[in-house]
């Protein structure tokens, strides 16, 4: 049978990737085809026409509203979360050609597309909506991270972290010296950096009551800028201007006026409540315990720099990309505006931690080949290559394939890694690139020594318990052996 797909996530950068992967192998072992279209952050190439009219079904493995719906009207459909294609692709196919057996009426519309851009189902419980509201601010903050992170971490690199106080390139450009275009750079990344806190909030808003939020949801996190509130004030403010919006859609208006509403009233509005509420109500208390933590965090030393380092290992390998990774990646790149060398340590850390479940994972299946399958030994395989790129996803289908071996193994090797980098004061100022931005890390040699041991620890343990399980299954085939002899 021939099947076309499409997959996206709330980031868009490995589960999309690795859920199209997934399907394509499924559909070579099965001996059907697919083609697939990956809404991305890198953007997508769309199924053409043909693809689409000769295929028997579709299948959605999206946490997104899908974009182009109606391409696929009159065709069975099947959708799933992004993670069923990655951990349970086999099903996926099942289901896809049982919704093509079934007759389609001629013309029928394919399914109304979601209203959100963040895929909240109706009957979705309140963690779940607040789950991918988050998710989605955290999706279209990551570019911002990305592009303003790695061009001040360039600029430190030319020009040495005194850069800082460089005269602002308007009034002074000189672009014969490097100090002049380091200066340059680091004034771009820091643009880019001023747009944090209000896109995070923005896209929250977005999130939960589409487009007339996002105006609410940008006020509310420049007001959060504005009043020192920081990230957490965004995520605040992102949260009132969605729960404005929505109160202000189930007010009953004139037909008359329905058309102006999502224009201009809902905007108006919504950014009316949410800045009296920052600026008067919810700001300072917010913009007090930030300053509180970001001065605990420069207090920390000792075993207390060890534990949270611990704590932030374990956060990143946990669920490899997901909502507590995320937080826990977020929690670090906020410390980068701070310039703090507290904040410096923990970015360094969660990095460092994140690497090593791909990393750990690449190196067992090499080490011992005989514990994994081999569609195992080939993500491992690809899995060095994440790793080094800071890409946590890439230990997704290890853990699917084995979660109560593999997800306590790689979280073991985390927390150790993230507890020796801040026990060595390894610094980072780059958001993200991995081994790849290893020359704007302070004390390198130790900041590897630290993902090394990590590393070993998390492979170690994966093969310890796995070793564990093949003589158990070994034993077992003996003994039915024995007893058929018998």
Known sequence: MKFVAITACPTGIAHTYMAAESLEQTAKANGDTIVVETQGSAGSEPLSAEDIASADAVIFAADLAVQGRERFAGKPIVEAPVKAAINDAAGLFERAKAAAREPVAAGAPASAPPELTSKVGANDGLGTRLRQWLMTGVSYLIPFVAAGGLLIALSFALGGYKIVDAPKVTEHFDAGSVAGWAALMFQIGSAAFDFLVPVLAGFIAFAMADRPAIAPGFVGGAIAVTVGAGFLGGLVAGLLAGGVVLALKRIQ???????????????????????????????KPIAAATTGLTSWLNSLSGASALLLGALLGLMMAFDMGGPVNKAAYAFAVGGLTTGATASLQIMAAVMAAGMVPPLALALASTVRKKLFTEAERENGRAAWLLGASFITEGAIPFAAADPFRVIPSIMLGSAVTGSLSMAFGATLRAPHGGIFVLPLIGSPLLFLVALVAGTAVAAGSVIVLKQARFRAAERSAAVSTQAVNA
């Open 253 to 283: 208006v004139p037909k008359a006026m329905r058309g102006i509403m999502p224009v201009v009233v809902y905007p108006l509005l919504g950014s009316i409540v949410v800045g009296v509420l920052m600026y008067v109500v919810v700001g």
